[in-house]
């Protein structure tokens, strides 16, 4: 199986940085993208940003534009999201997700139905 492992969530002040990992480990597979999702309390789980492995093509919520910047290590599949200017609308907790089978078009990287692998999640709460 495979397993996905978030860290670096926490407590920061509104305008803050935070820096999220998530790492791939156990059976090989082959990554086509790995993405960030985020749930707050009472609402639906949303996209937040993801990368084609191969090339590295980015996608952003318009919310995070600007703001936030997803990478990666590719010898390590490791991706990361680089989140500044944190405000309190961001406080939720952040899912890790993998896609190991191919998919075109813009939604095969926005919708969370097409990942295959799951982070635990990694709670980021950010104080006013």
């Known amino acids: 199986q495979v397993q996905l492992i978030e860290s670096g969530g926490g407590l920061v002040q509104a305008g803050g940085s935070l820096r999220l990992s998530c790492a791939a480990s156990?059976?090989?597979?082959?990554?086509?993208?790995m993405g960030w999702f985020r749930q707050a309390p009472g609402k639906e789980r949303e996209f937040v940003a993801a990368l084609r492995w191969s090339g590295g093509d980015t996608y952003y919520q318009d919310s995070v534009k600007g703001r936030f910047t997803v990478s990666r290590d590719d010898a390590e599949t490791t991706v990361y999201l680089q989140m500044n200017s944190l405000n309190p609308e961001d406080t939720a907790i952040y899912y890790c997700?993998?896609?190991?089978?191919?998919?075109?078009?813009?939604?095969?990287?926005?919708?969370?139905?097409?990942?295959?692998?799951w982070g635990q999640g990694t709670q980021v709460t950010v104080s006013s």
């Open positions: 997700a993998a896609r190991g089978h191919y998919c075109s078009g813009n939604n095969c990287y926005t919708r969370s139905t097409h990942y295959d692998y």
């Open positions: 156990g059976r090989p597979f082959t990554n086509y993208a």
